[in-house]
């Protein structure tokens, strides 16, 4: 069995495009995504004046056309990022609405979702045996379902997955980060969970461990997060799973996010009940409100 597998899409338009092409490419017979699928945050492109403008790499775009319009678009999906085009009057308001923020970036990312969905059903149908995509810390719940809706694509669940005489589970929640994503529980809890996912396996010699956070201390990431580079490190509950197993989930560097940011960047889909970690405005500079997040000139820092 020939296994392609990616993560940390991040809502890249250009990877989600190479990650479906390189299945076939590669001869895989299974291609799996192994989380953190859709983007983090929307760029508005503010009609003005009878034209629209944006922010791209910190440079202002005034855009006179339509095909302008699009390539733009087009520039801001590559990157992870979801373009909305909106009136000055609503530009304004989603400034000061963390609800309309959060009500329109659930509204393009589950959008989006089911577009790379059906582009995966069109694309890979016959070409490859199993095509898996599965949720992590980065992802909203309400992708979960888009995801099930799939006729090529399975979501990949903690629920054994067969595969050709292998199996595999997966598991896309993480131990905190300082961002407070949708997926992560306290060590311990995590766990526990991992350790009831690892009591369903029947083979363990012959089953991936699609673990979404790096096992700690087994070469893939240390624990702790770095001040200095600003990248999260997990503790040691994937590793327990891990360790006695030969074949270790998780390699490679987990990447945190998809590379700079726009300056007009509005983010949505704070997870309900979430509060700051102590000491993270230390850690990554000043944390805003849903509605507040845009980089404006007054220098005001967004997360990186």
Same mark, same amino acid.
């Given at each position: 069995?020939?296994?392609?597998?990616?993560?940390?899409?991040?809502?890249?338009?250009?990877?989600?495009?190479?990650?479906?092409?390189?299945?076939?490419?590669?001869?895989?017979?299974?291609?799996?995504?192994?989380?953190?699928?859709?983007?983090?945050?929307?760029?508005?492109?503010?009609?003005?004046? %009878?034209?629209?403008?944006? *922010?791209?790499? !910190?440079?202002?775009?005034? $855009?006179?056309? @339509? &095909?302008?319009? /699009?390539? #733009?678009?087009?520039?801001?999906?590559?990157?992870?990022?979801?373009?909305?085009?909106?009136?000055?009057?609503?530009?304004?308001?989603?400034?000061?609405?963390?609800?309309?923020?959060?009500?329109?970036?659930?509204?393009?990312?589950?959008?989006?979702?089911?577009?790379?969905?059906?582009?995966?059903?069109?694309?890979?149908?016959?070409?490859?045996?199993?095509?898996?995509?599965?949720?992590?810390?980065?992802?909203?719940?309400?992708?979960?379902?888009?995801?099930?809706?799939?006729?090529?694509?399975?979501?990949?669940?903690?629920?054994?997955?067969?595969?050709?005489?292998?199996?595999?589970?997966?598991? %896309?929640?993480?131990?905190? *980060?300082?961002? !407070?994503?949708?997926?992560? $529980?306290?060590? @311990? &809890?995590?766990? /526990?969970? #991992?350790?009831?996912?690892?009591?369903?396996?029947?083979?363990?010699?012959?089953?991936?461990?699609?673990?979404?956070?790096?096992?700690?201390?087994?070469?893939?990431?240390?624990?702790?997060?770095?001040?200095?580079?600003?990248?999260?490190?997990?503790?040691?509950?994937?590793?327990?799973?891990?360790?006695?197993?030969?074949?270790?989930?998780?390699?490679?560097?987990?990447?945190?996010?998809?590379?700079?940011?726009?300056?007009?960047?509005?983010?949505?889909?704070?997870?309900?009940?979430?509060?700051?970690?102590?000491?993270?405005?230390?850690?990554?500079?000043?944390?805003?409100?849903?509605?507040?997040?845009?980089?404006?000139?007054?220098?005001?820092? !967004?997360?990186?």
């Amino acid at each position: 069995m020939r296994v392609f597998f990616a993560t940390d899409i991040h809502g890249s338009e250009v990877c989600w495009r190479k990650f479906l092409n390189a299945g076939p490419f590669y001869g895989a017979d299974v291609v799996i995504v192994g989380g953190d699928i859709t983007g983090k945050a929307m760029v508005p492109i503010v009609e003005r004046h %009878g034209r629209w403008e944006t *922010t791209l790499q !910190d440079h202002l775009e005034v $855009l006179e056309s @339509e &095909e302008a319009v /699009r390539d #733009i678009e087009t520039k801001i999906l590559n990157r992870g990022y979801y373009p909305i085009r909106v009136s000055e009057e609503e530009y304004r308001h989603m400034q000061e609405d963390e609800d309309a923020v959060d009500k329109r970036f659930k509204e393009v990312m589950l959008e989006g979702t089911e577009r790379w969905i059906a582009m995966a059903d069109e694309k890979l149908k016959g070409k490859v045996h199993r095509v898996v995509v599965c949720p992590a810390n980065d992802d909203m719940f309400e992708i979960d379902p888009v995801l099930k809706s799939g006729h090529v694509v399975e979501m990949g669940t903690d629920e054994p997955l067969e595969l050709d005489g292998f199996s595999m589970v997966s598991y %896309g929640w993480t131990n905190p *980060t300082p961002w !407070d994503t949708f997926r992560e $529980l306290p060590e @311990e &809890e995590l766990g /526990r969970r #991992i350790d009831k996912i690892v009591e369903k396996v029947a083979e363990p010699d012959r089953t991936i461990f699609n673990f979404h956070a790096p096992p700690h201390a087994t070469g893939t990431a240390p624990g702790g997060f770095d001040l200095r580079s600003g990248r999260h490190r997990t503790g040691p509950a994937a590793a327990r799973a891990a360790r006695p197993h030969p074949r270790e989930q998780g390699r490679g560097p987990h990447r945190q996010d998809a590379g700079p940011e726009p300056r007009q960047l509005l983010r949505g889909g704070r997870p309900p009940g979430r509060h700051r970690h102590a000491g993270r405005e230390e850690a990554e500079g000043e944390e805003l409100s849903a509605g507040d997040r845009v980089r404006r000139p007054s220098g005001r820092r !967004d997360r990186r």
